[in-house]
């Protein structure tokens, strides 16, 4: 019977099976609506626009598309009898006006049905946008909008992609191909894909994008290639997007000629007014500097005995007099500070909370180490009431198996943004950092360093671009749901079926736990292959900075494993609120996921399942194994659902993730047996091969370097 079934669904979905989707539209698919209620039939057909300039001929655009993808048809524009109406607020008529919400801001919009029709409307032409793209998927998922309708209202300003993008075209830490932004054929060819690209982020509400590597070139800051960055503000700018570009801090010395950079020497400060004022005159809506300084070998205040704060601030007063402001990272670490490297950006910053200018913001990443498959928060988070924080998530998957490996993130940035700093009391969520509540912070702002390349699909593994997608939704709206933005992505994406929406979303809500598992579980960290980070290295020590060892973050021995951050070690606990420093700080009530990330522990330690440390480990990486190979028989089971091109690509890929997860799970294992002492627990299976063989993997040229 259940062949029967297939069989039959197979046959119904055939022609879908033979249609080649490469996925470049992403989410904004608009395939056909088969079945479609009268609503939808109904809401496109015909049209009346309140409203001119670009941005509204980008959602006439919008709306054409989209009908004739579900419809086959086209809008009709007309202002009698209308079936859709989009217009400000303050042009629509006054009988409706009056039931658009109030507060809407710049950027919020409203979505109501009165009498048949259904109305959009904002404070400006982005906000229509805004509410138009939400129109339209509102129309894909088959969700009718009632009277009262959808309000809603960006909870952070500044939501802005980091492209680690390099003038050559190379891509730090990218892995779907090149820099999409094509430097040299700038500023006199635009093409397409840059508008496919601003329309793709306005359709999930992304208002800005810096489109430079943090590990700055200062010659994008010559008018050479300010004129190529003006031209592609250009081309953002009807879609609400504003171009943000990195500044080195020793511009002045590699491009201005002086013979310092010193944030306190006058004609330092000079030369960077005068270059912000030449760079307003090539994007007048220029955002501003994202600033990496005093990091990883990149120049900073320290060099001038300087804080972070003096340096901040300097390239702040050059950006005030036109609007701009200065995102500076507090990724600030170094191998010549002897504390443990989770403790330095606290120790840093937190004596400068107050100290910054008015329009800078601190951009601090998810956690205190690195990205890593997963982390606590960062302690500065609620640490710093004075100084506005914003988030840095990143997208691309440097630590988390490149874009082979599926891993939808949402679940991950949920985990952080939920998670109770208890700096004022229980309920002090990150996200009350990040949307500005908390602190009551006049700026706000979260960043995502951006998995996009010159791939035909953008993101190298199709399900990638829901961590695109998760990120718009989690920046525009930190209190969002994984469960939510999964959903939605599949019905956009693939379908609205049941049967198939189902098992993705599980697939995708496992599949952060999943990697956690054959990677880095119960805690362990930073144990990635030295420099690439692609495959395991345990073993990896040694070199010019221990802190880019494995060894320092796991330090196993015959005794154990793990990082003591507890008052007997590195003390980073004392950086977080009381209530988390007893709760994380007690092997009683610590999370399990983070145990070994606080704590160093034996490998007889027995763990709450009644296992003892050393089993558990094992079990946790066998775990992800099986379950990234139950992932393909998800797949195969909903071949019917997708077209040939895009199931083949997943199904590739899936097929790499499980193989990988069983090199990380035999690589890891192998490697930590040899001072646990101890043989693999039954149910876990033997590796294919010895240790040797795994260290002697040498996988050459690995892209993002
Ligand atoms: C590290 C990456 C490095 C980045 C750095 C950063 O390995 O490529 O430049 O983060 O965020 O994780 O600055």
Do not use: C
Not at 321 to 333: D, H, K, L, T
């Amino acid at each position: 019977m259940k062949n029967l079934t297939s069989l039959i669904v197979a046959f119904l979905l055939f022609p879908l099976m033979l249609t080649a989707n490469d996925g470049y539209k992403l989410w904004l698919q608009y395939y056909p609506i088969e079945s479609a209620q009268n609503w939808q039939k109904n809401v496109l057909s015909k049209v009346n626009i309140y409203g001119e300039g670009e941005t509204i001929k980008i959602i006439k655009n919008e709306l054409e598309l989209a009908s004739s993808g579900f419809f086959n048809t086209s809008p009709r524009y007309t202002d009698l009898s209308s079936s859709l109406i989009i217009g400000l607020k303050n042009e629509i008529p006054s009988n409706l006006a009056t039931r658009v919400a109030d507060g809407l801001g710049e950027e919020g919009y409203h979505i109501f049905s009165s009498e048949g029709q259904i109305i959009v409307s904002a404070n400006s032409s982005k906000g229509l946008l805004y509410g138009t793209f939400r129109l339209l998927q509102q129309v894909q998922m088959q969700e009718a909008i009632d009277e009262e309708g959808i309000v809603e209202i960006p909870q952070v300003k500044h939501r802005i992609l980091n492209h680690w993008d390099n003038l050559n075209r190379t891509v730090e830490r990218g892995y779907s191909g090149f820099s999409i932004w094509n430097w040299h054929r700038l500023p006199r060819h635009i093409d397409q894909q840059y508008i496919d690209y601003a329309r793709a982020n306005a359709s999930i509400g992304i208002n800005g994008t810096s489109i430079t590597n943090v590990n700055a070139n200062a010659l994008v800051l010559t008018p050479y290639y300010l004129e190529k960055a003006a031209a592609l503000a250009d081309a953002f700018r009807p879609y609400g997007i504003k171009v943000y570009l990195t500044a080195r801090f020793s511009s002045p010395m590699e491009i201005g000629g002086l013979e310092t950079a010193d944030p306190v020497n006058p004609e330092v400060q000079q030369w960077w007014k005068e270059k912000a004022e030449e760079i307003y005159e090539y994007i007048p809506d220029f955002g501003g500097f994202v600033v990496k300084a005093d990091s990883e070998g990149q120049p900073g205040p320290h060099n001038y005995g300087r804080t972070q704060a003096e340096g901040a601030n300097m390239l702040a007063d050059a950006l005030q007099p036109f609007g701009g402001i200065v995102m500076w990272r507090a990724f600030v670490y170094s191998e010549h500070t002897p504390d443990d490297r989770h403790k330095q950006a606290f120790n840093e910053f937190v004596p400068l909370d107050g100290t910054f200018r008015d329009n800078v913001i601190v951009q601090v990443k998810n956690g205190a180490i690195d990205f890593q498959p997963r982390e606590p928060f960062h302690p500065l988070f609620g640490a710093m009431p004075k100084t506005p924080l914003m988030m840095e998530f990143q997208i691309t998957q440097e630590y988390l198996g490149h874009d082979t490996h599926l891993a939808f993130l949402a679940p991950m940035y949920e985990e952080v943004l939920k998670e109770d700093t208890f700096v004022n009391g229980k309920g002090s969520e990150v996200a009350k950092v990040i949307d500005g509540s908390l602190h009551d912070y006049p700026i706000t702002g979260m960043a995502g360093v951006a998995n996009i390349g010159t791939d035909r699909n953008w993101t190298g593994h199709h399900f990638h671009q829901a961590n695109w997608y998760a990120f718009g939704k989690l920046a525009w709206n930190p209190w969002e749901k994984s469960e939510k933005i999964a959903d939605d992505w599949i019905k956009l994406t693939y379908s609205t079926d049941p049967d198939f929406v189902a098992p993705i979303k599980k697939m995708m809500l496992q599949s952060h736990e999943m990697v956690v598992n054959y990677m880095t579980p119960l805690g362990i960290h930073h144990i990635m292959a030295r420099s690439h980070h692609y495959g395991p290295g345990p073993w990896v020590t040694g070199g010019g900075r221990a802190d880019w060892t494995s060894t320092y973050y796991h330090n196993a021995s015959e005794q154990g494993m793990g990082f003591d951050r507890t008052a007997n070690g590195s003390n980073a606990l004392e950086q977080y609120a009381q209530e988390l420093q007893e709760n994380w700080g007690n092997l009683e009530t610590v999370p399990e996921k983070f145990l070994l990330w606080f704590h160093h522990l034996p490998w007889d330690y027995k763990m709450k399942s009644g296992n003892i440390l050393w089993d558990e480990i094992a079990f946790h990486y066998q775990k992800g194994v099986e379950e990234a190979r139950e992932n393909i028989n998800t797949w195969n089971n909903l071949s019917a659902y997708v077209d040939r091109y895009r199931y083949e690509h997943v199904l590739s890929f899936l097929k790499i993730q499980a193989e990988e997860a069983e090199w990380w799970r035999d690589a890891v294992l192998l490697y930590f047996g040899q001072f646990s002492n101890l043989p693999l627990p039954e149910g876990v299976e033997p590796p294919k091969h010895d240790l040797e063989y795994y260290m002697n993997i040498d996988h050459k040229f690995v892209p993002g370097i």
